[in-house]
């Protein structure tokens, strides 16, 4: 707010549009966990709103994906009934290493400063671009700000973005990052169920 106080009613709505969209997708994004968790990992929609509802409690309140941790162990044990390789396994490494809202958060970043500083992005440097972030998400910290854009800096210059597009949206990042989160605990939860009924459903030798 400050920022935008200072700088005028132009950025002010260029900020605002951009925490809007974010969010937005986000949470978009997140709903489609819903159903797709429900058809792959055969489970209903109510049993896993359930099942990961503390746990997007406590991401929304902190911003990190670590301290929601004990609460997606607790969800998935108690209201999942999810095996012990899935809440002592599959969740940690998820947590550590899943970050699933970076390449689509990264993406709308890019396209949204493309769009405004009017550079032209091409098929083939979206691709590239997609893949350094994915690459770049395993190294992801999941505290806040752990997955902060100047760990992607170059990765958008490269794509012709200018630096003070990136460093003036990062200034508002902490609104879109709650979302983030939520979105990353969600995607943990349902990568552990999908695979729990996956490996309930391969035959033994």
Do not use: C, W
């Amino acid at each position: 707010f400050d920022l935008a106080f200072r700088a005028g009613a132009p950025v002010a709505g260029f900020l605002m549009a951009f925490v809007v969209l974010v969010s937005l997708i986000m949470i978009l994004f997140t709903g489609l966990l819903y159903p797709v968790t429900a058809l792959l990992g055969r489970i209903s929609l109510r049993r896993f709103a359930e099942g990961v509802a503390p746990a997007q409690l406590v991401a929304v309140s902190t911003r990190s994906s670590l301290a929601a941790l004990p609460a997606l162990v607790a969800g998935a044990r108690d209201k999942l009934g999810l095996p012990a390789a899935a809440t002592g396994f599959v969740l940690p490494l998820s947590v550590t290493a899943f970050k699933v809202n970076q390449p689509i958060s990264g993406l709308v970043k890019l396209l949204f400063l493309a769009h405004v500083f009017q550079v032209r992005v091409g098929l083939p440097q979206m691709i590239t671009f997609l893949a350094t972030v994915f690459v770049m998400s395993f190294s992801a910290l999941g505290i806040p700000g752990g997955g902060s854009t100047f760990r992607l800096l170059p990765a958008y210059l490269a794509a012709g973005i200018p630096i003070e597009g990136i460093v003036v949206l990062e200034a508002v990042d902490t609104i879109p990052d709650i979302f983030k989160t939520l979105t990353n605990v969600t995607g943990d939860m349902s990568a552990a169920t999908i695979l729990s009924r996956s490996i309930e459903r391969e035959p033994v030798a």
